[in-house]
């Protein structure tokens, strides 16, 4: 429990500021609505002039853009490549931090298994994670209110929420592994925003080309928001996807964790 209060100390600031990204932005996005949701028409028509391609890649839908729901599924595109950069960042730089400081022989020392060190940053990530979801949804859900102009599904706008926390999930089972494999990373910085935004980047190639089959390569294909607004659930498939990276990820971290050498600084 002492090691779970630590971590949670340790990245307690950098969690707070991410929040304050992530509302700050949805607020910036969100205050736009009303503008877009008046010229709905000469939005339209602008659209339309743009490839189709271009709008897939960045989740515009003629249809349902000057909608509430709509409108917010685009700004969630951004939000959660936000989070992604979060949640990935935050699993590798708790994974890593004790290699990065030359310190981890001296934890070894103490009279903790690795298994409960692991536990115990994997609980206090979870914690942050969950905390930042709950801002968030308060937050965004009160913008949501103040911003509409005709009544809303609060099923689809709440599961639309709710998977940034699923999403956040498997990248930070992702920054967790990248850590472990990586076990002489001095920068996790770097390596959060390699991964996010190539994975950000192969998403807006597979929308923009249609290719169904990118979309298990991806985690930011695994929650299609416009498919939640029509039929207020998630893609069966894609959710087993996510589970099954997220399971794999933490199958090769505990592994990693109880069998590599630890060098002596």
């Known amino acids: 429990m002492n090691m779970y209060r630590h971590e949670l100390r340790m990245y307690r600031s950098n969690t707070i500021l991410w929040m304050v990204a992530l509302v700050g932005i949805a607020g910036v996005f969100m205050s736009f609505y009303p503008i877009f949701a008046a010229e709905a028409e000469p939005f339209k028509e602008l659209l339309r002039s743009m490839p189709q391609e271009v709008m897939a890649a960045f989740g515009l839908q003629i249809d349902s853009i000057t909608s509430l729901l709509g409108f917010y599924s685009y700004v969630c595109l ?51 994670l969950c905390v930042t979801q709950a801002v968030y949804f308060a937050a965004s859900t009160a913008l949501a209110f103040l911003v509409q102009r005709e009544a809303f599904s609060y099923t689809a706008f709440a599961l639309i929420n709710a998977s940034l926390l699923l999403t956040q ?87 990693r964790c109880l069998k590599r050498d630890v060098h002596a600084s």
Request: proline residues 4%.
């Open 78 to 128: 951004y939000i959660s490549l936000l989070g992604a950069i979060q949640a990935i960042h935050l699993g590798a730089s708790m994974m890593s931090a004790e290699t990065r400081a030359k310190t981890a022989d001296f934890l070894l020392t103490k009279p903790v298994t690795r298994g409960a060190v692991l536990r115990s940053k994997a609980l206090a990530a979870l914690t942050l």
């Open 169 to 255: 999930l498997v990248f930070l089972s992702l920054g967790f592994a990248a850590a472990l494999l990586l076990p002489r990373l001095k920068t996790v910085l770097p390596l959060s925003l390699g991964v996010v935004f190539s994975l950000f980047m192969l998403s807006a190639v597979g929308a923009s080309s249609g290719d169904g089959g990118l979309r298990y390569l991806t985690p930011f294909q695994y929650f299609d928001r416009m498919h939640i607004v029509w039929h207020e659930r998630y893609e069966p498939e894609f959710l087993v996807a996510g589970a099954a990276v997220i399971a794999l990820c933490v199958w090769f971290s505990v592994l």
